[in-house]
């Protein structure tokens, strides 16, 4: 009989990684999911509490969409059970039937800073590890293996409280190869690129009026163009950007790594698209410190879907 395997999917970003994996495992029986959970926090899912998050009806809706065009299983949280192996785009929520069986969790880029909500749930650890948001990724201790992005993650994962001997460096697949960028048709060439993050719609602090006048001071008359993160509200940051950039151009949608492929500077705020400047070689504006940004790099081995379909036999093996 062939393994069966359920992937726990989320954002996009998210969901092409797992389904990267997915496909390194051709003979086993796999089947996704969008991410979820049990009640409450489920309860409060349907109630619409959780549009800021994986959970809620926008970006679950987009998985699905993902799911339904390339033809994949669906499982709808796993209720049809019997699964060898659960592989999960994060542990920040881990439901009862995917704590039963053995599970791969699978970072998916760069986690939010360290501010007064980890510290919170530091000092208050009966507080569900979401109230710290992604910065708590890895810290649930319920996987039997946690594949990251780097030798620099790892030992940061670590260092938080991760169970050292789970955590395996694996590079993640939609940052394993940036080089692939330079491949494109998008028509534009020398801009400064602005990717914007949805830190209002994840109750983070964002002054975008001063964010916006340091992007216009550090493009200094070079042309200029924003690309929106997907769960911005597109309507608002677009009129904030011509309010405050005249002339610059807003993508709400296209590939943000094509478009870092093409510019010469990149200015981000909270986004991993920092990984991919820094891997081009560009000249790169983040809210992060640009020393640790390097250290935590995503591994450019081209073999992380592969590196982690490799972890999940071993697993299922053991």
């Not at 006048?213 to 677009?238: M, Q, S, T, W, Y």
Request: hydrophobic share 40%; aromatic share 10%.
């Amino acid at each position: 009989m062939r393994p069966r395997v359920l992937f726990v999917c989320g954002s996009l970003n998210q969901t092409t990684q797992l389904h990267q994996v997915a496909r390194e495992l051709e003979r086993w029986d796999a089947a996704f999911t969008p991410y979820y959970a049990d009640p409450p926090l489920d309860w409060a899912r349907q109630a619409g509490l959780l549009e800021f998050t994986i959970l809620g009806f926008k970006l679950r809706q987009r998985c699905l969409d993902y799911l339904a065009t390339h033809r994949l299983t669906l499982d709808l949280h796993g209720r049809r059970g019997g699964y060898d192996l659960v592989v999960t785009c994060s542990d920040l929520v881990v439901p009862r039937n995917a704590a039963r069986r053995r599970l791969v969790a699978v970072q998916e880029g760069i986690l939010d800073p360290l501010d007064w909500t980890f510290a919170l749930w530091r000092r208050c650890r009966w507080l569900p590890r979401w109230v710290a948001g992604t910065a708590a990724t890895g810290l649930s201790g319920r996987y039997d293996r946690f594949c990251v992005a780097s030798e620099g993650y790892r030992d940061l994962f670590v260092r938080h409280g991760a169970p050292a001997d789970r955590v395996v460096v694996t590079g993640i697949p939609n940052f394993d190869d940036c080089q692939r960028y330079r491949r494109n048709a998008f028509p534009r060439r020398g801009y400064v690129l602005v990717c914007s993050s949805d830190a209002r719609e994840t109750f983070k602090r964002d002054d975008r009026r001063a964010f916006l006048a340091r992007c216009r001071e550090i493009a200094a008359g070079r042309p200029l163009i924003v690309k929106l993160h997907p769960n911005e509200d597109a309507a608002r940051a677009a009129r904030e950007v011509r309010e405050a950039c005249p002339g610059a151009e807003v993508f709400a949608r296209g590939s943000a790594e094509e478009m870092i492929a093409n510019c010469d500077v990149l200015i981000t705020q909270y986004s991993s698209t920092a990984f991919v400047g820094l891997a081009l070689g560009k000249e790169v504006h983040s809210y992060y410190d640009q020393t640790e940004l390097q250290r935590l790099l995503p591994v450019q081995n081209r073999s992380a879907a592969r590196n982690i379909a490799a972890v999940c036999r071993e697993v299922v093996a053991s």
